[in-house]
């Protein structure tokens, strides 16, 4: 069993695709153990989604939980948008298109859960950096959160 009693946000890598400036994320993995006891498929995504910025709409190869913890936004979900606030619970199917807005004018604290540490995104739209407004959709992606939190 491991217990994380802190996380740290950092900004977001620069993305011509996903262009979140001022928002923050925090990804928590459980650490590998030589004997095998640790949460190997579960990765957890703490957001501090900014105000007006948003999560395009995409599909993924797993399935998702989103959590809302604080602040109203909006869900794509069903092919609609949808309000969410605190406690909101999103659960994704993967292959699902969904996506997340922030309109409430303050941040929106939320979390999600990926079952699998190796998740595959088609990004069905785009949230583009200035400058990059013409720019097509990039190709599939998939990342090994493991490989890229180096644990």
Known sequence: MTIISHVDYAPFPADPHNYKPDSRYS???????QDGAYVKELVLNFEHLASGEMIPIHVHTNEEVLIVD??????HYDGEWQP???????????GVAHGFRNTSG????????????????RLLERSPAPGTENEPLPPPSLIDFRGQAGG
């Open 27 to 33: 990804l928590v993995l459980d650490p590998v153990r």
């Open 70 to 75: 604080e602040g109203e936004a909006e869900a």
């Open 84 to 94: 969410v606030g605190p406690g909101a619970v999103i659960l994704v199917p993967s």
């Open 106 to 121: 303050g941040r929106v604290k939320l979390h999600a859960v990926f079952a699998g540490h190796v998740v595959g995104t």
